[in-house]
């Protein structure tokens, strides 16, 4: 198997500062989304059917971000701990669920 672009590809250091870049703001989301809860948590005055709105925008918003930092942080980790350039190959449906 040629691994020519992935030999590129494990020596690019500004992919790894977007990748890593990429995770923080994905915790940063999950906790900015935790605080938002722990205060409103019955204090939105709004009619009901708008706080439940509101309510299932934070929760798929923190579901996203969690699953997004799962998805940086496995590539990360990849990208770093490979010995051998052909190891930070990853499936096709790792690709497809990082694709948003």
């Not at 994905?26 to 938002?36: K, W």
């Not at 809860?37 to 299932?56: G, T």
């Not at 699953?67 to 449906?93: R, S």
């Amino acid at each position: 198997m040629d691994c020519s672009d992935a030999a590129d590809f494990a020596h690019y250091i500004p992919q790894r500062i977007i990748i890593f870049f990429q995770l923080l703001l994905c915790i940063f989301s999950i906790v900015v989304n935790l605080l938002f809860v722990k205060h409103c948590r019955s204090d939105l005055f709004f009619h009901c059917n708008c706080r439940l709105l509101i309510w299932m925008i934070v929760i798929t918003n923190i579901v996203h971000s969690f699953c997004l930092a799962i998805l940086q942080g496995t590539h990360l980790i990849k990208i770093f701990t490979a010995t051998e350039p052909c190891q930070i190959l990853v499936p096709a449906t790792f690709c497809y669920l990082n694709e948003e």
